[in-house]
């Protein structure tokens, strides 16, 4: 019986013994499972085609050993997506795709988070937003476009209600005087584009990565909303809003987080995979053909990045009346 006793002490007192030794004891090694990479938005919008892309990238470089499984969860401009991603708390196998509405929501929908609550993985991008009209639109320059829109309202789409696209919208109206905007939103990016082309709106603001696809054939840029024009090829000649009297830069983050709460090992593999995924020469020329500014931050940078941006659109909300 003493012997027994002995024993069961001895196996009792080896993971204490583990923890005194080597700090805690060991996890699995991450990952051994596929990775849930949740969408915020519709199937062929922007964040819908980066996600994917991003996923075809990881399958080409072998870059995780585990697949990456794409998931829509459209709705509530992100909040769904959003929900869906901070309910599953210590799950290393999430993460989301987010737009600029993982700032802009929380706030003016009063939600209980925001995105402090997440796991920061990377940054990888800044997107663009240009003025787009359909190829045979009235409204050969920015400058006709802002001429007609103080004369009547235009009809215009964009990604949501109250998200970046509107965002965007409403800042042409206070700068230039326009009359409202008559604002239709839309799923995703890819049901603006198709609209747009369509003609059942006369502009949008998608990113080349959402109506590029339909230059030249059937829709134009006016202008730009950046600092620089778009070293694209073929898109030299479109002016920043700036050189047409729309003195606004605006950008989409294309950023990573994770449920609160994961691993540092996991939070660890999937700044890796991104950190790889950053270098691949696939997308730095995907990048190129769209115009995107590579800008890769993670950890405490990337929380700093998120704070500053939620203070621009927390002056940008104000100033619509969506916040107080």
């Not at 999937?270 to 950190?275: E, K, R």
Request: with cysteine; net charge neutral.
């Amino acid at each position: 019986m003493k012997v027994l006793r002995t024993r069961l002490f001895i196996l009792l007192l080896v993971p204490i013994a583990c923890v005194f030794l080597f700090g805690q004891v060991a996890e699995a090694a991450w990952p051994t499972r596929p990775v849930e990479f949740t969408i915020s938005a519709g199937a062929g919008g922007g964040a819908d085609k980066y996600a994917r892309f991003l996923i075809g990238l990881n399958v080409k470089g072998k870059y995780i050993s585990e697949a990456i499984i794409p998931v829509n969860k459209p709705g509530g401009a992100g909040a769904v997506a959003m929900q869906a991603v901070l309910g599953q708390k210590g799950n290393g196998y999430q993460m989301l795709i987010t737009l600029n509405s993982f700032i802009t929501t929380p706030l003016f929908q009063n939600l209980p988070f925001t995105f402090r609550d997440f796991t920061p993985i990377a940054l990888l991008a800044l997107d663009n937003f240009p003025l787009w009209v359909y190829k045979d639109s009235p409204y050969k320059t920015a400058a006709d476009f802002i001429a007609a829109a103080k004369e009547k309202s235009i009809q215009v789409g964009g990604t949501g209600s109250k998200q970046e696209d509107e965002i965007v919208f409403r800042a042409i109206e206070k700068i230039a005087g326009t009359k409202p905007f008559k604002y239709v939103p839309f799923k995703g990016g890819g049901d603006v584009a198709k609209a747009l082309v369509g003609k059942h709106i006369e502009a949008s603001v998608n990113q080349v990565s959402e109506a590029g696809g339909f230059f030249p054939e059937f829709v134009r840029p006016l202008c730009v909303f950046q600092d620089e024009r778009l070293a694209i090829p073929g898109y030299e000649d479109v002016p920043t809003g700036k050189e047409v009297g729309l003195d606004f830069s605006y950008e989409m983050m294309r950023a990573i987080f994770a449920p609160p709460g994961i691993s540092k090992e996991a939070q660890d593999g999937l700044v890796g995979l991104f950190q790889k995924i950053s270098e691949d020469a696939d997308w730095k020329a995907f990048a190129e053909k769209t115009g995107l500014k590579r800008t890769f931050l993670t950890g405490d940078a990337l929380m700093k990045f998120a704070e500053d941006y939620e203070k621009k659109h927390i002056d940008i909300m104000k100033s619509q009346g969506w916040i107080k």
